[in-house]
């Protein structure tokens, strides 16, 4: 397990309160995400994680609470400024251009790293040419770095689950991010694709120092990978800790075990 | 100095300094990394391979010393065999594949100091062994990627002690040089363990000359030019891939390609386009399933295009491809057929501008070898072994035979002892095996004979054939040859037929046991509605009789005309009431039949095939698949068959 002393806060929410109409999906949340950990977010189905990522990533819009992302504090994240920010996602369901190759899903992830127009890119010349290259340079470690060199042209849409899930994760990590969030990476998957997975996701981390925050289900998953831990249930935050503590704490047995109301 | 020609330069390491001086700038080998084709010019290569000859003298590296090289095709990794060369060190390549164990075994008996390990895998494999074996110093890798958090002093980045050497030599120019001046011929250019089926593997000791004149007078043989395009994509550890890649390499000047990695290599290879290229016959069989499987899902246009110019390509393109006379009607029927199936099939499996295609190490099935050769991809067989620096024979140009192995290159000798036995001798006999003289006293004579194990003839053409392992083949009671191996592959060449045994050996004539295969014979059942409940039943049934019946006949006829093996003609056979099974112990794992315990569990049946009975009653123990034993009984048909006139050429 990492033990990265930095103990700077990325990210902070607090109080965050997100409801649709009369479903509270999220209230009064609060936790932080320090700089270099591997954070994560459990709890039982519905339990407001995803709602929480979309928090976080700009998507959804809390009625209450405050965001503070790299010493930013706003009541509200805008998808666009995150992205900006260095905030990359992927999501529970994949959300890849299946007709478009692996190379060019990740290359989309570059998108925020380039600065010529339309009409230089049109023209494919000079700087934009050069521009693409240098890009694409980038997009060939991720490829190289996540071992899907043998996928590099096939049609995303043509591969297994688990490769999608991985070609995902390197649209984030072509975007460099600082801070990636991952919507259930191992969702799905069998054993050796979620080994896979765990090493990419804790390569990643202490490579390139990526702060991650990822929701998952399988238990043995998060108390391996996780630095600490945030437990949701109805939209609560139930308990909190580094893995073993949340292990042992009685709220979370009772969420996931489920408790008698005599 | 001595020798200042490319030809008279005696060790790798001369040979490369000399061609330095006059080709420096041209590609030596090529890598694809991060999806370009990265070339890496014979100066670069040299530098590559001086600059860590240097480095590895610093960490104490001294003349004899072994390094273990593991990992897949890389540039870096064969510039560390040369660097290990350069100074008087003998590389050791190990399969990449190999489990920790087996790594152990080479590391220790190599007694190797120093490890060149490819990456994170190789280094961990190589660390789980240092306890067993306490002599590795130093494990070096070449790709840092998951490794930041190893221990340093142990696992050290190549890239360190290139640049290390590198400093060096500018304080000291000549510390490589004079150590390379130092080399032999007759130095030990490289040990490869052969991965031996029974008992621990051995070190194949070959020395400079064995792969320098091997690959001149190979290069010789099939006019290789510097200009080819090889695709270095087979083990290291394989004497094909040093004879090949490395030291024809080097011989000729050719470019090597690297492919990027293990699972990329179908794409690589049609990047690449490769002029000389050689494959094992099962990734010709897999090319060519995959071909016909994209073919039955492909429209009925393209599907009756393709048949049709299948047909044309069987009957004129080996005929073209062996400079036979083919009419001009054909000809042109021919060219069309290249330009809209041929060429594109070609094209699309990156063999197109294959000049020279080898396959070796097993039989091939006559349907493949001739698919390939029909398509004008000039796909020939060679036979050769580790000991032999490969090559013993290779099919010259236009003499090319799918059921032969072809002629001795210049300069090796063939010998065939009574037994039938394939002796050799040539200038790529290996030196010894490594650490174990009793093997080395075992296979080469004292006038450097080499046994191959293999039993063979040479054919009416001068070619050789290779029958089977001279161990298995035994004798009819006329005192011809009998060869089971040989006999029951070309049996199970018929789709129908899933395994065969023979028997003969001290018998008057010879008779077998069939398997039929399941799904093939179903499918058969299936279109001519011979109804069935299991497998005993549809193996019983006198239709299926038949239908194998046509198979033996077949394998009659066609040795009918071998002057050595015609009196091998299967007089009679049956199919037995249940497959063989490694459950059962009547197979090894790896689908090898048993012989001793066929012969015992059915030996019944064995003596009801010879005695003349027509049925035979059979009780077998099974083992079923959740461990329960039961018993199987059959009464099985005994069926006779035709056998092709003895064409009176008695055998010598």
Known sequence: MTTHSRNETLLEVESISLSFGGVHALSDVSFDIRKGEVRSIIGPNGAGKSSMLNVINGFYHPQEGSITYQGKRRAQMKPHEAALGGIARTFQNIALFRGMSTLDNIMTGRNTKMSKGLFWQALHFGPAKREEIENREFVEHVIDFLEIQTIRKTPVGRLPYGLQKRVELGRALAAEPTLLLLDEPMAGMNLEEKEDMSRFILETNEEFGTTIALIEHDMGVVMDISDRVVVLDYGRKIAEGTPEEVRANQNVIDAYLGVSHD | MSGSSESEAGTFPRLLRIRREKDGATPAMREKAFGIWQTWSLDEFCDEAFFFASGLMHLGMSRGDTLVIIGDNRPRLYASMLAAQSIGGIPVPAYQDSIAKEIEYVVDHAEARFIVAENQEQVDKALEIREQCPRVEKIIYCDPKGLR????????????????????????????????????????????????????????????????????????????????????????????????????????????????????????????????????????????????????????????????????????????????????????????????????????????????????????????????????????????????????????????????????????????????????????????????????????????????????????????????????????????????????????????????????????????????????????????????????????????????????????????????????????????????????????????????????????????????????????????????????????????????????????
């Open chain 2, 149 to 652: 958090k190893y221990d340093q002093d142990v696992v050290i980045d190549m890239r360190h002690i290139v640049a290390l050497g590198r400093d060096l030599l500018q304080s000291d120019p000549d510390r490589v040089n004079i150590e390379i001046d130092k080399g032999l011929s007759s130095d030990t250019a490289v040990i490869l363990y052969t991965s031996g089926t029974t008992g621990r593997p051995k070190g194949v000791v070959l020395s400079n000359e064995n792969l320098l004149v091997t690959a001149r007078n190979t290069s010789a043989f099939d006019k290789v030019t510097a200009d080819e395009e090889v695709l270095a994509y087979l083990p290291m550890a394989w004497v094909g891939d040093n004879a090949f890649s490395f030291a024809m390499g080097l011989v000729v000047g050719f470019c090597v390609n690297c492919p990027e990695n293990a699972s990329t290599v179908a794409q690589d290879l049609r990047e690449i386009g490769p002029t000389y290229y050689f494959a094992p016959p099962r990734v010709f069989e897999n090319v060519l399933t995959s071909v016909m499987i994209r073919m039955k899902d492909a429209g009925s246009f393209k599907r009756t295009l393709f048949n049709h110019f299948m047909k044309v390509a069987k009957k004129s393109g080996a005929r073209l491809l062996d400079g036979q006379k083919v009419s001009v009607i054909s000809r042109l029927h021919y060219q069309i057929g290249e330009l809209l199936i041929y060429g594109p099939i070609k094209n699309s499996l990156g063999l197109n501008r294959v000049r020279v295609a080898y396959t070796a190490g097993e039989a091939i099935g006559p349907e493949i070898f001739e698919f390939y050769r029909s398509l004008g991809v000039n796909l020939k067989q060679l036979y050769g072994q580790t000991e032999a620096t490969v090559f013993i024979t290779m099919q010259p140009d236009g003499a090319v035979r799918s059921e032969s192995v072809g002629t001795p290159p210049p300069g090796v000798e063939i010998r065939i002892e009574d037994s039938g036995e394939v002796l050799y001798r040539s200038p790529g006999v290996f030196q010894k095996y490594f650490k174990n003289p009793e093997a080395t006293a075992e296979t080469k004579t004292s006038d450097r004979w080499v046994r191959t194990g293999d039993a063979g003839y040479f054919d009416d053409e001068g070619h050789l054939r290779i029958i089977d392992r001279a161990k298995d083949v035994g004798k009819l009671n006329d005192d011809s040859m009998f060869a089971p191996k040989f006999l029951e592959n070309k049996l199970k060449f018929y789709p129908e037929i899933q395994e065969a045994v023979t028997f003969g050996d001290g018998r008057d004539f010879v008779t077998a046991f069939i398997n039929i295969d399941l799904d093939a014979v179903a499918n058969w059942a299936e279109r001519n509605n011979v109804a069935y409940a299991s497998y005993q039943e549809l193996a019983a049934n006198p239709k299926v009789y038949d239908l194998i019946q046509d198979c033996v006949e077949k394998v009659n006829r066609s040795i009918s005309k071998d002057a050595y093996l015609a009196t091998s003609q299967i007089r009679r056979f049956l199919v037995l009431h249940k497959e063989l099974d490694p459950d059962d112990g009547e197979l090894t794992r790896t689908r090898k039949v048993r012989r001793r315990i066929v012969n015992e569990r059915y030996s019944d049946l064995i003596e009801a095939l010879f005695d003349g009975r027509q049925r035979c009653f059979v009780s077998t123990e099974v083992m079923f698949e959740d461990g329960r034993q039961g018993k199987i009984e059959a009464n099985l048909e005994i069926r006779d068959v035709d056998v092709g006139s003895l064409e009176a050429r008695a055998v010598a």
